[in-house]
Every structure is written in structure tokens, then in C-alpha cells.
């Protein structure tokens, strides 16, 4: 955990967690990615059943990297498991020809030093997940699953037609304007009202709708189709967002119908609808899973780089601010097509006086 100093206070800044296996071959890149953000005080947590000598040479790894690097690490702090009475401790970090910048851990209260854990459930971070009723991942494994779960209702021929159609419906609506085109007898205005009608069938399925979702494949198919391009997302991304709760619903069972650009949106869409539902944590690994996915999708790589700067409101507004613009943009080219047609009747309808001459 990293800690930015805002205004003479301190704040948490990133959050990252590895695998102890994999200490040194990931230590270097996470110290230098907090290093990005001027930390100005980094507490290393280790969560091992591992021996005090593991445990030293552990502490000592991360030492001689904060050293090599000179990031502000005072002491590792480990501890057993995360439970309720488990005790933790610190290993002092030798400070005696480091920079006196570095808050040493006596200057820290004693109950930082070592003691036990609290009970978890009355941690602040533990408030949005009881505020929903529910419990966090056991473990890093069981808090992604969602995220790689893949629909296990519908079979995948089945899945895979869907996927092409609603990807041809919105290649229809970016290539051939289709929107804007009265010839099509579909326009934006049907577009979002199709949207409401997912967002309220999501809002009949309950606690778990996301479950419920994954056997509808019309809500299914018609929730990819927003997701096939970016221009049909920009137009539909607000009308979700007003509506989060189902959004997230819907798009994480997008997401576990579908591939490509339809589950790198639909993710994206999910991480959004979470952030303002108040729980950013479940934005940053669905932004993990949709990169890990396609590294070159813009709008996961946008949004990661909001959410790792600690701006996780602002993928919500960058998001809507978009949305806006898509939909000016549509109106714009509406209204230009709309004149250009009654100029085009208007001059069908003119009598040529030079003709009749």
C-alpha cells in the first residue's frame, strides 16, 4: 500500500498485490509503477504461514530493491492470514545511512508495530460489501472468477451466431450511418429505448441477476449489438450508466457470452457501472481482465490509466462526457441530412423556366 501527501494529508494512493513466488521477478516493476505517483510512504504487507527466516529474507528483498530504487519503505509488515485476532509485526528496515526523510517505525504509534488484527468486518473497506450484502473473494482466484467465468447456459454455436449478428447489426449502424437513415426505420431514439427495455428486465431478475442474465439471449444478444463498436457504445454508454446497478448485471454477462471487442466493452461498461455504484475495487480487476485480453483496446488502456492515478470517478465521466458527444454528433448529421433531403424536394418540385422556354 502507497500513501500520497494531498494538501499536508495523507492518502492512499495504488494498491498492488503478487505472488510471494513471484517476488523477484515482479518486485522491480511494482516498486517502479508506485514510484510513478511520488509516493512519499510505502508499507510492504507479506500474508505467509512462511518461517521467520522466509520471512527475513523476504523483508531483506524488498529492502535492497527500496534502497536500490530509493523508495520511502520504513519496515515490512506480515502476518499469518487476514482474519479476526490474527497477530502481525514489522521488520525494521535499517535506516542508519538512509536519507532522515524516512519516518522511522519508533516515531509510528505502538499498536503499528505489531499486535492483532481487528475485526475484519468492521474495516472501512468492508462497508460497500455489507452495505450489498455480500462477502469479498476468499482469495485473488475466487474475486476474478466472475470475470473468466464463461456462459455455461448457452451453448457456444449458439453463442457464436448471436455474437455475429449483433456485430453486424452495429457495423450496419457505423458503416451505413443506418441510424441517421429513415430508410432503416431505426434511429437513435429506438436504439436507447432498446436499451431501457434490457436495463428493465435486468431490474426483474433480483439479487442475482447477472446469473439471469446468462440465460436470456435476448437481452443477450441486444446488449452485444451496443457493444459491437465503439460508436454504438459511445451512443448507449450514458442511458447505462444512469442505471448501474443493472448495467453491471448486464455487462458482466456480456462479457461472459462473448469475446473480442464485444467483452473488452462490455468489461469496460461493467467497471464503469461499478465505479459509481461506489465499488471501485471490482472495476480495477474487470480493467485487468479486459487488458490481459487485448492490451490495444483505448478505452480499457484510458480508463487504467484513470483508475491507477487514483481519478476512478472520472472514467465515469470521461465515459458520459463521451457519450454526450456521440449523440451531439448523431444530431448533427440528422439535421444535415434531414436539410439536404427537403433542399433535394425542393428542387425536384421547382419548374425549370429555362426548359420551357
Same mark, same amino acid.
Given at each position: 500500500?502507497?500513501?500520497?501527501?494531498?494538501?499536508?494529508?495523507?492518502?492512499?494512493?495504488?494498491?498492488?498485490?503478487?505472488?510471494?513466488?513471484?517476488?523477484?521477478?515482479?518486485?522491480?516493476?511494482?516498486?517502479?509503477?508506485?514510484?510513478?505517483?511520488?509516493?512519499?510512504?510505502?508499507?510492504?504487507?507479506?500474508?505467509?504461514?512462511?518461517?521467520?527466516?522466509?520471512?527475513?529474507?523476504?523483508?531483506?528483498?524488498?529492502?535492497?530493491?527500496?534502497?536500490?530504487?530509493?523508495?520511502?519503505?520504513?519496515?515490512?509488515?506480515?502476518?499469518?492470514?487476514?482474519?479476526?485476532?490474527?497477530?502481525?509485526?514489522?521488520?525494521?528496515?535499517?535506516?542508519?545511512?538512509?536519507?532522515?526523510?524516512?519516518?522511522?517505525?519508533?516515531?509510528?504509534?505502538?499498536?503499528?508495530?505489531?499486535?492483532?488484527?481487528?475485526?475484519?468486518?468492521?474495516?472501512?473497506?468492508?462497508?460497500?460489501?455489507?452495505?450489498?450484502?455480500?462477502?469479498?473473494?476468499?482469495?485473488?482466484?475466487?474475486?476474478?472468477?466472475?470475470?473468466?467465468?464463461?456462459?455455461?447456459?448457452?451453448?457456444?454455436?449458439?453463442?457464436?451466431?448471436?455474437?455475429?449478428?449483433?456485430?453486424?447489426?452495429?457495423?450496419?449502424?457505423?458503416?451505413?450511418? $443506418? +441510424?441517421?437513415?429513415?430508410?432503416?426505420?431505426?434511429? *437513435?431514439?429506438? @436504439?436507447?429505448?432498446? =436499451?431501457?427495455?434490457? #436495463?428493465? /428486465?435486468?431490474?426483474?431478475?433480483?439479487?442475482?441477476?447477472?446469473?439471469?442474465?446468462?440465460?436470456?439471449?435476448?437481452?443477450?444478444?441486444?446488449?452485444?449489438?451496443?457493444?459491437?463498436?465503439?460508436?454504438?457504445?459511445?451512443?448507449?454508454?450514458?442511458?447505462?450508466?444512469?442505471?448501474?446497478?443493472?448495467?453491471?448485471?448486464?455487462?458482466?454477462?456480456?462479457?461472459?457470452?462473448?469475446?473480442?471487442?464485444?467483452?473488452?466493452?462490455?468489461?469496460?461498461?461493467?467497471?464503469?457501472?461499478?465505479?459509481?455504484?461506489?465499488?471501485?475495487?471490482?472495476?480495477?480487476?474487470?480493467?485487468?481482465?479486459?487488458?490481459?485480453?487485448?492490451?490495444?483496446? $483505448? +478505452?480499457?488502456?484510458?480508463?487504467?490509466?484513470?483508475? *491507477?492515478?487514483? @481519478?476512478?470517478?472520472? =472514467?465515469?465521466?470521461? #465515459?458520459? /462526457?463521451?457519450?454526450?458527444?456521440?449523440?451531439?454528433?448523431?444530431?448533427?448529421?440528422?439535421?444535415?441530412?434531414?436539410?439536404?433531403?427537403?433542399?433535394?424536394?425542393?428542387?425536384?418540385?421547382?419548374?425549370?423556366?429555362?426548359?420551357?422556354?
Amino acid at each position: 500500500m502507497a500513501f500520497e501527501e494531498s494538501d499536508g494529508d495523507l492518502t492512499l494512493g495504488p494498491t498492488l498485490r503478487f505472488d510471494i513466488a513471484d517476488l523477484s521477478a515482479t518486485l522491480t516493476k511494482a516498486l517502479t509503477a508506485i514510484d510513478h505517483h511520488r509516493c512519499v510512504f510505502i508499507m510492504p504487507f507479506a500474508i505467509t504461514s512462511s518461517t521467520g527466516s522466509d520471512i527475513q529474507r523476504i523483508a531483506q528483498e524488498i529492502f535492497n530493491h527500496a534502497e536500490l530504487l530509493d523508495m520511502p519503505i520504513t519496515a515490512l509488515w506480515h502476518t499469518a492470514e487476514i482474519a479476526d485476532g490474527e497477530p502481525f509485526a514489522a521488520i525494521e528496515r535499517d535506516l542508519s545511512e538512509i536519507s532522515e526523510e524516512l519516518r522511522e517505525i519508533e516515531e509510528m504509534p505502538r499498536d503499528w508495530k505489531n499486535g492483532h488484527i481487528d475485526q475484519v468486518v468492521s474495516a472501512v473497506t468492508m462497508e460497500p460489501f455489507i452495505r450489498e450484502g455480500r462477502l469479498p473473494g476468499y482469495d485473488r482466484d475466487e474475486a476474478h472468477a466472475p470475470l473468466h467465468r464463461r456462459n455455461h447456459i448457452i451453448d457456444a454455436d449458439t453463442l457464436e451466431l448471436i455474437q455475429g449478428q449483433a456485430l453486424h447489426a452495429a457495423a450496419i449502424m457505423h458503416d451505413k450511418d $443506418s +441510424l441517421v437513415n429513415p430508410r432503416y426505420g431505426y434511429g *437513435l431514439e429506438d @436504439l436507447l429505448k432498446e =436499451c431501457e427495455e434490457l #436495463i428493465f /428486465q435486468a431490474s426483474t431478475y433480483g439479487f442475482d441477476a447477472a446469473d439471469s442474465c446468462l440465460h436470456d439471449l435476448g437481452l443477450l444478444g441486444s446488449a452485444a449489438m451496443t457493444m459491437g463498436n465503439t460508436y454504438v457504445r459511445d451512443l448507449t454508454a450514458a442511458t447505462y450508466l444512469d442505471h448501474p446497478e443493472e448495467t453491471a448485471a448486464i455487462m458482466l454477462a456480456t462479457s461472459q457470452s462473448f469475446s473480442g471487442v464485444i467483452r473488452n466493452n462490455a468489461l469496460c461498461m461493467y467497471a464503469a457501472a461499478q465505479i459509481k455504484r461506489g465499488m471501485p475495487m471490482y472495476a480495477g480487476m474487470a480493467l485487468g481482465a479486459s487488458q490481459s485480453a487485448d492490451h490495444n483496446h $483505448s +478505452l480499457t488502456s484510458l480508463m487504467l490509466q484513470c483508475y *491507477l492515478n487514483g @481519478l476512478a470517478t472520472n =472514467c465515469v465521466d470521461n #465515459i458520459n /462526457q463521451g457519450s454526450a458527444n456521440a449523440r451531439s454528433h448523431y444530431y448533427r448529421k440528422l439535421a444535415q441530412r434531414t436539410s439536404d433531403s427537403a433542399k433535394s424536394e425542393d428542387e425536384a418540385g421547382t419548374d425549370n423556366f429555362d426548359d420551357a422556354a
